[in-house]
């Protein structure tokens, strides 16, 4: 059994942009594997900082997702792409802490 989460895109130029990155990726191996449109490691991220705001700032789930997301994916994401879009979303503050929690910084 596989769980996913399916969201409407938002008109916010933020929306409209993580959109255009998301990337083909296969969920199972072999000749008859779908693929299917998924986010961006980064907007992952992005979007699990917002959500952990609008929570109160109190969903550990969330909060590893972002800190596990950092650790795994750390050589590979464009870190000037997370900081620029935190910085318009007001979500700064909460990615430094993460990338400090995660070790990056």
Known sequence: MLKVDV???KSRPYDQVAFTRARLENLAEGESARQYQMASPEDVILNKLDWYLQGGCVSER???????????????????????WAQTLGLQDLLLRALQDAGRI
């Open 62 to 84: 969330q909060w590893n997702d972002v800190l596990g997301i950092l650790k795994i994916q750390q050589s590979s994401l464009d870190l000037e792409y997370i900081q620029s």
């Open 7 to 9: 969201f409407v895109l």
